[in-house]
């Protein structure tokens, strides 16, 4: 932006309710962002997004499995999600005979489509305000419990009078805005998922953890499933007489493409966003927990990289294990720096200041205060709860120990369901990286936690052993779970040993701590800062009536918008939109894990007429984790890509919005009938879905 241009464009920020783009919208509640969704160029109507009178888009989205979203794409039950969402289903179905993880799989017809037990796919039959019903019986006098109490008995009413097993209806009732609403969510959920295709994980997964976050993208995050319903239509567990769901609706795909400005819109379901906190909460998470975890995990990451350097066997056990700890490590990083970069801090903190001078005489007067002061007492006990979570989990044998000693029974052998858990625990285990790892956490937990907030455990075993090394030495050294033969072979008359196993012991000791002194202090505080937010929230709206407020994401259906667009991460740097398989063949690298793409695409390419073939695009869609598989829209409502990401120098957005900086990226639709095309050769998948162009 021009420098002369400034005063104006802040003098039209103070004007405008919200920040463009910005935003989670309830599906039910989207007549009143309709005008400015169809200013920005959207066709069609709020009806046509969520209806329950008639089919509407939202009957075309589904919640997949627990933490994905999916969307339908024909009228047989064909839906789109992304490869990282349909990961461990791949995985399930792989073996040494066929890996369709790294080869992918395809099925050629129906009959070759694989089941996946405990998939399920979740539609929202309707969304209701119940909060009335909710807080029937409420007397202002109750205390934070009992109106828990009460929200928990009304919302259990309403949910068994909405579930209908005989149907597949399932219910849930949600708190919005800290409370001050409540929503009934009907949802009818299919159990019977098939797996139809999934491109190699070369393909899948291109750019792995080194582009994760970023831009230029190329990943082909995508993966295809097929609902299958009895032959009423209605939900049914698996089986062979079971066929193709029909849906009330399904998406027509757009194969013209993407530009610069076009209007999108992202129809899924976000997980979890702080978009209303305070400042303290804001500097606690940007400015300590974020960086703490930051640290504790490159601790854990550069352990893992060192081993999985010098042995490709390594590298396998441990690829999906760095890949988890290393996507949320990513995220963090951007998220600490863009709050710093924006000084959301300082911003809010000026903000409560306005808020404090209005509240006087009014019911919020004081509530900040009384935040403020909540927080002080809450951060050292949540600060070393989160360290427990990122020292004491990671070490592996310490979550073996558990996982055997939690067995009720411990005949291992006899019972395939352990002997199972054990193996696959075991296949991707290599001791020196927990040992190392052991040290590391052990170390950090003494070096960045005060005295009375270690549990006295750790300090026993300091005095016992001098060092943590020996304290190491000795838990590995003694414990059976080093011995995978001596594991598999425990029987009932172990139970003595495994409960007296240093692993185990080590193991109680931390949990006890966790679990007896911190946990009831947090959740005693929490309960009290629930209740303080839940005035402050209802404090900002009445502080702002001319301001729409989303309410943060919570796992339920939200609709964002914005356009196709690019952006400038640094001085010097501009991003276009677009990227193309010519940007593969050039990070295209055999000696790269990464970037060692299937042979096949190299040979495609080398054909010619693909260089253009678009992979990834930007937007500007307000999205978060949950939104990974969205369907993203065009203006006509027609599927142009699928959502798996947003670009580091955002994430900031599951507390603050930047227009800026923000984007989420997407598949584009066309790389994933490329995909089907040249990859699958399953081109008969076009025959059920509905082109547009
Ligand atoms: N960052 C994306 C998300 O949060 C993709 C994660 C999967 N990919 C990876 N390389 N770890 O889910
Ligand atoms: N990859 C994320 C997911 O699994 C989406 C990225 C984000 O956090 O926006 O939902």
Same mark, same amino acid.
């Given at each position: 932006?021009?420098? =002369? ?12 309710? @919200?920040?463009? #783009? ?19 160029? =959207?066709?069609?109507? /709020? ?9 509407? +888009? ?70 209701? #305000? ?79 953890? !080194? ?19 009895? /032959? ?63 640290? $504790?995990? !490159? ?13 490709? /066997? ?5 690829? @999906? ?123 950090? +937990? ?49 139970? *003595? ?5 240093? @692993? *185990? ?11 007896? *002194? ?16 839940? #005035? ?20 339920? +259906? ?21 990227? *193309? ?19 096949? $695409?190299?040979?495609?390419? @080398? ?43 955002? !994430? ?33 998948? =076009? ?7």
């Amino acid at each position: 932006m021009k420098k =002369f241009m400034l005063p104006l464009a802040i003098a039209l920020m103070a004007i405008l309710p @919200a920040r463009a #783009d910005e935003g989670m919208w309830l599906p039910a509640l989207i007549s009143q962002r309709i005008g400015d969704m169809q200013a920005k160029g =959207f066709k069609l109507t /709020a009806e046509d997004i969520y209806s329950v009178n008639q089919a509407s +888009l939202k009957d075309a989205v589904v919640l997949f499995g627990r933490g994905c979203t999916g969307e339908l794409v024909s009228n047989d039950g064909l839906i789109f999600t992304n490869h990282h969402c349909g990961y461990s289903y791949i995985q399930k179905h792989s073996s040494v005979e066929h890996d369709y993880l790294k080869d992918g799989f395809w099925a050629l017809n129906r009959g070759e489509e694989l089941p996946n037990p405990g998939l399920t796919v979740s539609f929202l039959e309707y969304m209701q #305000d119940v909060t009335a019903q909710v807080l029937e019986g409420y007397k202002p006098e109750m205390t934070e419990e009992e109106r828990s109490q009460l929200v928990r008995e009304n919302s259990n009413k309403l949910m068994r009078a909405a579930r209908d097993e005989s149907k597949g209806l399932t219910a849930s009732v949600e708190a919005l805005y800290y409370g001050n609403q409540y929503f009934l969510f009907v949802f009818r959920v299919y159990s019977d998922v098939r797996l139809v295709g999934a491109p190699p994980s070369s393909i899948g997964k291109f750019g792995g953890d !080194t582009d994760n976050w970023m831009w230029p993208r190329h990943t082909g995050d995508f993966s295809i499933f097929r609902i299958y319903a009895d /032959a009423d239509n209605n939900p049914a567990v698996y089986s062979q007489n079971n066929v193709p769901y029909h849906p009330k609706k399904f998406f027509k795909i757009s194969r013209a493409g993407v530009k610069e400005d076009d209007f999108t819109f992202v129809y899924g379901c976000p997980g979890s966003t702080k978009e209303y906190i305070t400042s303290d909460e804001t500097a606690y998470t940007a400015e300590v927990s974020d960086p703490q975890k930051i640290a $504790l995990r !490159t601790k854990r990451l550069e352990i893992m990289k060192k081993h999985m350097d010098q042995s490709q /066997a390594v590298r396998i056990q441990y690829s @999906a294990k760095y890949a988890s700890v290393s996507n949320a490590w990513k995220k963090w990083q951007g998220e600490a720096k863009g709050i710093a970069k924006m000084k959301t801090v300082a911003t809010k903190q000026a903000y409560e200041a306005r808020f404090k001078e209005w509240a006087k005489g009014k019911r919020y007067d004081g509530v900040l205060e009384k935040l403020s002061s909540l927080y002080k007492e809450y951060i050292p006990y949540y600060r070393a709860y989160e360290y427990y979570n990122e020292t004491v989990r990671p070490i592996e044998i310490l979550s073996v120990a558990n996982m055997v000693a939690s067995f009720k029974e411990l005949n291992i052998s006899k019972d395939l369901s352990k002997a199972i858990s054990i193996e696959n625990f075991y296949k991707d285990y290599y001791q020196p990286i927990d040992e190392e790892i052991f040290v590391s956490m052990m170390k950090a +937990l003494g070096e960045n936690l005060s005295e009375d907030m270690l549990p006295a455990y750790y300090k026993e075993q300091l005095a016992k052993y001098g060092t943590v090394e020996a304290w190491k030495d000795s838990v590995f050294s003694k414990s059976i779970f080093t011995d995978k033969a001596k594991v598999r072979a425990l029987t009932a008359a172990d139970t *003595t040993l495994v409960k007296n196993d240093p @692993a *185990t012991l080590m193991y109680n000791a931390f949990n006890e701590w966790q679990r007896n *002194t911190l946990r009831p202090v947090v959740v005693k505080l929490n309960s009290k800062i629930n209740l303080a937010y839940r #005035d402050y929230m209802q404090g900002q709206m009445d502080f702002q009536p001319e301001k729409n407020f989303y309410p943060d994401a919570n796992l339920t +259906l939200r609709v964002a918008y914005g356009k196709v667009a690019g952006y400038s991460p640094a001085d010097g740097i501009d991003y276009r939109p677009v990227s *193309t398989l010519k940007g593969i063949i050039e990070k295209d690298n055999p000696d790269i894990f990464d970037y060692n793409i299937p042979q096949v $695409l190299r040979d495609i390419y @080398a054909q010619g007429g693909h260089e253009d073939q678009p992979v990834c695009f930007l937007a500007t869609n307000h999205t978060t984790g949950g939104n990974s598989g969205s369907p993203v829209l065009n203006a006509d409502g027609n599927l142009i890509g699928i959502n798996f990401d947003r670009v580091w120098e955002g !994430t900031m957005s599951d507390i603050a919005f930047d227009p800026e900086f923000c984007r989420n990226i997407s598949l584009d639709v066309r790389y994933l009938l490329f995909n089907i095309e040249y990859i699958g050769h399953a081109a008969y998948l =076009f025959d059920e879905m509905e082109f547009v162009d």
